[in-house]
């Protein structure tokens, strides 16, 4: 129970701090293959019952900060990782506990702002507080995005133009601390995420598409993102909601992006021809815009 | 006929180039008080027979470049307003005339992507060819939006913070010549707008917002915009929309944006107990940022 971060034989218990999706299921599953215990914490109105149920688990909700602490040390949690979706709460919908409270005091009202404001925020208390925190992919090695194509289909000249298109538009977004994503087809960018997420935003698309070539989606890391809490994810869903939409392909951060169940969802993409794309921002430059 | 832009007792036939909604008719409606005739060239698909009836009018296709020429011309027309709404046309299903395809070439494919590119290509375009492009709050003086409190409610502390943070996005998205408009509510960035248009972005809100005080339509000219073909346009629909939506007011760009049919869109605001506020986006800092 020493928050001693050295290497032992056994290692203590991985916490997971879950939200929605399937993601927490994937990370426990890896860290039980390496041997590890693991101890659940689903967040109420987020996390899957199904998802949780073959591990030791319970639910909190999510101001309920000191329960959650409590648990955590109950079940000998040092090291920690935070997954899944969680829908930003109010300010005013937390109602946390006394715990929660402080906790909310140190982080501040503003880091309820932008996204990675609050994350950042509280992972930095997590390790104030002598908790480790990890990163989902330090777990699950195979979630990371690799570079390059993943796909049979591959983008044409158009495709690649809209890409590069839609990093500039992303990367803006992300400095502004807005969403990650957006679809951008022959040029013009149909839609901007920001808090309805990938799926809704790609679902808004279809009807405002043009005839000819499809569009396609650019997910980015944003810039400083808190890289252990708050990656973006793609899967199965998203390719599926990128075909109902009539979009050509998915272009995603290599090495920022997690993908669920990597497998299931290039095979969906090649049965629907899309293309998944793992790109390094960087080489892209505005300069590319007319 | 004539392109002397001199002063001339009589001035020369006033040509509309007229997209969607009621500000045509009131650029018409104002150049007609003012002593000038007017001839309206309305494009088919955007432009309302409703609005363009009590005028000298036509209908000509989008891509019909030649044939706009030669009726702007039969009619005297060597001042020229653009104005209207208009969904960007589609590379591909212009179908444009000879003298289109031939503009399409002047102008570039590129200029197919961001909203200035192409609106100020066609402007500068049509300066060459011996028109003038006036700006519709030339004509129509009262329709440039004033800066300050239009309305009895006014915005209080949180409503201005939510405003500060949308002025960062919204610039951050000019920037990379996207949409001119977003909603934040309580520090949180609702709603992006791309080509969905801003009442179309704002119907989406009403599932996204949290409890607690509503959130702020916040709606600015892109850096750099084209001002006489393209400034954003308030009106009683947006106000409207943003009540539907449980928004508290809507910002925007003081000089910058058009209102259409002040008296009705204030009135409506008083009655639904919105603010309408001009800024000067030049005073917000993005070090207003937590």
């Known amino acids: 129970m020493s928050a001693d971060t050295g290497r032992q034989t056994m290692q203590p218990t991985l916490g997971i701090i879950a939200g929605g999706g399937g993601m927490p299921g994937r990370v426990a599953t890896a860290a039980r293959a390496a041997g590890r215990a693991v101890f ?51 300010f005013l919908d937390m109602r946390p506990d006394a715990e929660g409270a402080k906790l909310i005091a140190r982080i501040g009202r503003a880091a309820f702002a932008g996204d990675d404001g609050l994350l950042g925020a509280i992972v930095r208390i997590l390790e104030q507080d002598g908790y480790k925190v990890l990163a989902a992919q330090d777990i699950l090695r195979e979630a990371l995005a690799p570079s390059g194509l993943l796909t049979t289909a591959a983008p044409d000249a158009q495709a690649m133009a809209d890409i590069a298109r839609g990093v500039v538009v992303a990367r803006a977004l992300g400095v502004a601390d807005v969403g990650q994503g957006c679809v951008v087809q022959q040029g013009l960018v149909l839609a901007v995420e920001a808090v309805e997420g990938t799926d809704g935003m790609i679902s808004r698309c279809a009807p405002l598409a043009r005839p000819g070539p499809g569009g396609v989606l650019v997910k980015l890391a944003k810039p400083g993102q808190e890289r252990r809490a708050d990656l973006p994810t793609i899967g199965p869903s998203t390719v599926q909601a990128a075909h109902t939409a009539g979009l050509r392909g998915i272009a995603f951060e290599a090495g920022g992006t997690l993908i669920a169940d990597r497998d299931a969802t290039v095979a969906l993409a090649d049965k629907t021809g899309l293309f998944l794309l793992g790109i390094d921002p960087g080489t892209y430059t505005s300069g590319e815009r007319p």
């Open 40 to 90: 659940i914490v689903g967040l109420e109105g987020f996390a899957e019952r199904p998802v949780l149920a073959p591990f030791p688990h319970t639910f909190a909700r999510i101001g309920a900060v000191g329960a959650i602490r409590q648990l955590l040390d109950t079940n000998g949690c040092r090291d920690l990782v935070l997954i899944g979706s969680v829908r930003r709460p109010s």
